[in-house]
């Protein structure tokens, strides 16, 4: 496991205490987007994003994908460690805070973002560097709440800052192509931590 500048004290503290149960907070199951679209990933190295205890970056491993997951919680990525040993994949695994996390230009033939909320600018910034970081023919994939799902309640930040439209991805990912892109509403059920029907933005988009 690697190590990079730790995040935010209080926010990475509100990670870990959410990763400390025996079950998995968001469950072992990969999200639905990403199962949906995983065949359209060109086969090769994935960075998943804020993956917390693993689930995506796992499924991924299972389909013979070389996967990175990086996340600011040192319990979350444990588990995850715990999860790709269950399954016997291999997986690389770095705790890193994102604001400080380089993604290395034309390095990833998928990076993967399944609710990576993140404050605006940070979250631009990032987007910019996922834009930089694929490789031609690479694929982003990303799930997120939109400001509707505060009428929900299911999942997903308190504000709706921090959450995200089309609109507004469309700008930040200047540079790809859209094969997805979409709000719509759906029933979400991973573990406890997104449990019903909800609000989304979803982007499947290739790097040209």
Sequence with gaps: ????PPATTQ??????????????????????????????????KILCLAEGEGRNAVYLAQQGYRVTAVD?????IAKAQRLAAEHGVPLQTLVADLAEFEIQPQSWD?????FCHLPPPLRAQIHQRVV???RPGGVFVLEAYTPAQLTFKTGGPPTADLMMDWPTLQQELAGLTFKIGQELERDIHEGIGHRGRSAVVQVLAVKP
Excluded: H
Aim: charged share 25%.
């Design 1 to 4: 496991m690697r190590r990079f």
């Design 110 to 114: 998928g990076i993967v973002s399944i």
């Design 72 to 76: 600011a919680s040192e319990v979350g």
């Design 11 to 44: 926010v990475n503290a509100m990670w870990d205490d959410r990763y400390n149960r025996p079950d998995y907070f968001y469950g072992k199951q990969p999200n639905d987007f990403v199962r949906q679209v995983c065949p359209q990933i060109p086969r090769g």
């Design 132 to 134: 930089e970081g694929l």
